[in-house]
């Protein structure tokens, strides 16, 4: 490969990573008490399935779908969203980059959901978005 295709190349790549910025930050709540709900899907229309980690968060980094509307489906064992006009649970969103919002549910069991505790990725959404750096 020549110089220049090279200069090219790593060009491009300086500037696909500066547009792609930095991930939209969603957080889901228990709405009677704001404690972070992990494991709850939220799925976009065209089946890209997103869950919180163990703080309640997402990172959601889809460059093709920042800055417009995006209908999130919000499923979750113990934990709903009321319904809408035509009966579906879920959240109208306009995520940009380094932005962030709070989704609160509802708890339909008597136990608080508190986490996973064993394997990968317990808070590997909140990392993406520098927090829980230390955690192993």
């Keep these: 490969m020549n ?3 090279l200069r090219v190349l790593c060009l491009l790549s300086i500037c696909c990573f500066s547009i792609a910025g930095e991930p939209f ?3 889901v709540v228990d709405k009677e008490n704001g404690w972070p709900v992990p494991m709850v899907s939220l799925r976009t229309t065209h089946n890209v399935t997103f869950v ?6 997402v990172a959601f980094d889809l460059p093709e779908l920042m800055g417009r509307e995006v209908w999130f489906a919000v499923e979750s064992h113990g934990y709903e969203r009321a319904r809408d006009g035509f009966g579906n649970r879920g959240v109208k969103l306009k995520p940009v980059a380094g932005g962030a919002v709070k989704i609160e549910v509802d708890r339909t069991i008597i136990a608080k959901r508190l986490g996973r505790l064993t394997g ?4 590997a959404e909140s990392q993406k ?8």
């Design 129 to 136: 978005l520098g927090g829980y750096v230390d955690w192993k």
């Design 120 to 123: 990968s990725g317990l808070f």
């Design 3 to 5: 110089r220049f295709a």
């Design 52 to 57: 919180t980690d163990n703080a309640g968060v």
């Design 25 to 27: 930050r969603i957080e």
